[in-house]
């Protein structure tokens, strides 16, 4: 199966086999971390690929007293030690963003990956029949989860929506107001201002990797789109750009994890955040209800640098001796490590569902008062026109 390269660096790998460093090239897509020797040819297996969802953590560590290395821990395997990067902490905040994501999310086909772990684990126990009921209790659980996860989602874009449609109908009560106050001022010296709306505001987050230049590098950070502006804020949580939507030149959208944000202005310093992240897709979803003809779809050609080939759920074994005996372990084991992966996609997807209904909640405040205000207005006003009448 193909996979879209998300982003490449030159690095060499220590082989425990031979005990040597290889040169090659780190590639990163959103299921898998591989690495290309360079001595292989084009289009082959990869030399060693690690699965993002049995890596356990990323460190940065020193080879002898000169070299900077980033250490991937990997489940059950030896840990993997890169080397020889340009820049290693762009390298380690790509790495530690995209596994986190891939943490919070099944992902695509996920679905397919969640029936063949149950098809696996029922041929594995065939017989134990309470062994079998536990498994599907399980899956179906995770299953479910994932529906209401999706369901909160749709709801939450659903109050987005009326969010924005409460703050256009107080924008023409403000029209409103201003012609009824009008007709004041022909029967009175008094200038009558119109009253200042409730106007919600709606806040969405996204963890992404930034930089304001090309020639600069990616550092961690969070995009906000609050009242009308969106914000990044570096890893301290410090405001670093701001840009008005409304003033937003064009959004130039690369790839499914990078997308450009550009503004231009005669007279003042141009603006550029060049964003990378897991969550492009819904940052678009967020832009695209009142700023899709600002977007621009960069097309190119697929070539094979920009893909790779996994043949199979691959491991970290390619570049190991260990016997085949050795990596397989004990049926009670493998149950455990079945189990620990459904706990762990179900921690993940409670905390988002956390995070969600807590700013649903919100929303749905800020909303029920600003209908209350609406109603107000528009009683208030009926009672002017009645009077003038």
């Known amino acids: 199966m193909e996979y879209y390269v998300i982003q490449e660096w030159e690095a060499s790998y220590y082989c425990w086999e031979s005990r040597a460093w290889k040169d090659g090239k780190l590639n990163l897509c959103s299921k898998y971390m591989c690495f290309f020797d360079n001595n292989s040819e084009l289009n082959f297996a990869p030399s060693i690929t690690a699965d993002l969802r049995r890596v356990t953590g990323f460190q940065r560590r020193q080879v002898s007293l000169i070299y900077r290395a980033i250490v991937v821990s990997v489940e059950g395997e030896k840990p993997l030690w890169f080397s020889s990067l340009k820049n290693r902490e762009e390298v380690f905040y790509f ?7 891939r943490l919070l999310c099944l992902g695509p086909g996920g679905e397919r990956n969640q029936q063949t772990r ?4 029922a041929t594995s126990s065939e017989g134990q029949v309470e062994r079998k009921r536990f498994f599907e209790m399980l899956y179906d659980s995770e299953k479910t989860l994932i529906k209401a ?10 109050f987005d929506h009326s ?11 403000n029209v409103t107001e201003t012609l009824i106050n009008g007709l004041d001022r022909w029967f009175t010296k008094w200038e009558m201002k119109p009253e200042h709306y409730f106007e919600i505001r709606t806040k969405k987050e996204y963890p992404i990797l930034y930089r304001k230049t090309t020639k600069e590098s990616y550092y961690p950070g969070t995009l906000v789109f609050v009242e009308g502006q969106v914000t990044v804020l570096d890893i301290k949580r410090v405001a670093d750009i701001s840009i008005l939507l409304k003033d937003l030149t064009s959004i130039v959208v690369n790839t499914p994890w990078n997308v450009l944000l550009v503004r231009y202005a005669i007279g003042e310093v141009d603006v550029m955040i060049d964003v990378s992240s897991a969550q492009v897709v819904y940052i678009l979803k967020a832009l695209q209800s009142e700023h899709g003809d600002k ?16 043949s199979e759920i691959p491991g970290t074994e390619n570049l190991m001796t260990e016997s085949s005996e050795a990596r397989h372990t004990e049926l009670g084991d ?56």
């Open 95 to 101: 790495l530690e963003h995209f596994w986190k994501q």
């Open 118 to 121: 149950s098809h696996e684990a």
């Open 149 to 158: 996860s999706n369901s909160l989602y749709d709801q939450g874009e659903q």
């Open 163 to 173: 969010s924005r449609t409460m703050n256009r109908m107080h924008k023409d009560l």
């Open 295 to 310: 977007f621009d779809y960069e097309e190119g050609s697929v070539d094979a640098k920009q893909t790779i080939r996994i």
């Open 334 to 389: 493998a149950d455990l490590e079945t189990v620990g992966d459904v706990v762990g996609n179900l921690k993940s997807l409670a905390v988002g569902i956390n995070q969600e209904m807590t700013r649903q909640l919100d929303s749905l405040d800020q909303l029920s008062e600003s209908v209350d205000k609406a109603n107000y207005r528009i009683k208030k006003g009926s009672r002017k026109v009645e009077k003038k009448l």
